[in-house]
């Protein structure tokens, strides 16, 4: 693994989105967020261990820094911006699949039945 970074360290966690949750329902994709420098060998390697699923292919987006949503664009007020953010698309290969959005209930949570 590139850096000798542990594989815990590769993966920060799930991209949580209606956009990752319909990737990982229909094209069998899960969609990470990952550190910076980690490269697609790095991240697939991270994901068989963990997961134990088989890797097909991993592209991967850095996503620019900009203002967050409450701060006007146009006139700059704030200095502050978001963090740049690595995202992982990690296709799995045929007859693996992952869930990362199971619907589970809550505990303590009753069905109503009226």
Not at 54 to 70: E, M
């Amino acid at each position: 693994m590139a850096l000798n970074i542990s594989i815990y360290n590769v993966i920060k966690g799930p991209r949580v989105s209606d956009k990752a949750h319909k990737t990982n329902k229909e094209l069998n994709k899960l969609v990470l967020e990952v550190d910076l420098n980690v490269t697609k060998p790095a991240i697939k390697q991270a994901v068989q261990q963990l997961f134990n699923v088989k890797v097909d292919k991993v592209r991967t987006l850095i996503s620019k820094s900009k203002p967050p949503k409450g701060v006007n664009r146009k006139r700059r007020v704030s200095n502050t911006t978001m963090k740049k953010s690595k995202i992982a698309y990690v296709s799995l290969a045929e007859g693996y699949s992952l869930d990362l959005f199971e619907q589970t209930e809550m505990p303590g949570a009753e069905s109503r039945s009226e």
